[in-house]
């Protein structure tokens, strides 16, 4: 019995996978990371019927540059499914890319992260898509747990700690003890409304029109959490349409400016740590004076936001070693690591 059951192990590898609202990262057992794509697939409609021509970094490319005939989605919104087919495409097309064209004599086990605040709903979305996608069992793992396993944050203990996790579509603040969350709360405020608020500055200020991506490179290569001590910063000259003229335009705005812009979205991230630590028991409380509060997520690289809480809450704030890919490897690590095994959900 044990040769068939090495045998139908053979060429199979579970999966974790950070099903993110910007980018999907899939950790393969024994291997880590192998892919870290844009959530975001390009559907080209011929004769009526809709298929898919892109996924991921080829998708990300046509985003606000495409044709009528082509429309390039984000299936995923505030950290939850918003369009279950063109997410279950997207998740096929991974579990293809990683796995090769071999066809398996059975697909892996796949764990998948899910914000804390998901409804059951949206979590049978998420492991319907999964299961169609070819998975022989699916577990979900509650993402601020998979974050913090990732930070190496001592969730096993009896000791109190705090992670902010900031993705692309919400801000994950949990108090973590004992395999378990003592506190969590979902923001529903990240990396995309960062965009939207630098994107409603801009044609607010200066009467331009710019997109999406445009916004994005700006938080991500300019973005800071306050203003510079100068008030004024770098200056950056962006391009978009001016709404006046309606012609296109360039125009140069520097860091304090963006600051301003950011002002609200990460004013509201402040607020949920706040609130999670008024709600915290003070046991653990005590703990997090210690230990402090450690920040993951591709928001945590915003310019100073460490400093910015630091000075908020009177905490030690620190920033995760790697913090794009926290999540998945503690959602690869949660799958592999027998310690973890009772972090993992099956319903």
Known sequence: MGFWNNLFKFGVQNMAIDLGTANTLVYVQDQGIVLNEPSVVALETINGMKRVKAVGDDAKMM?????DSIEAIRPLRDGV????????EMIKHF???VNGRKSLMRYPEITICVPSGSTSVERRAIRDAASNAGASQVYLIL??????IGADMPVTEPV???VVDIGGGTTEVAVLSLRGLAYTTSVRTGG???DE???SYVRRHHNLLIGESTAERIKKDFGVARPPEDGVGESITIKGRDLVNGVPKEITINQGHIAEALSEPIGAIVEGVRIALENTAPELAADIVDQGIVLTGGGALIGGLDEYLREETGLPVTIAEDPL??????????????IYRGVLMTA
Do not use: N, Q, Y
């Open 95 to 97: 579990i293809r890319k």
């Open 192 to 194: 995309d409304k960062m």
């Open 160 to 162: 109190g700690s705090m």
């Open 81 to 88: 499914i918003a369009d279950l087919d063109v997410a279950e």
């Open 325 to 338: 890919s926290c999540v998945a490897l503690g959602t690869g690590r949660a799958m592999e690591d027998p």
């Open 143 to 148: 993402e601020p747990m998979a974050a913090a």
């Open 197 to 199: 608020a630098i994107v």
């Open 63 to 67: 985003m606000g540059k495409t044709p």
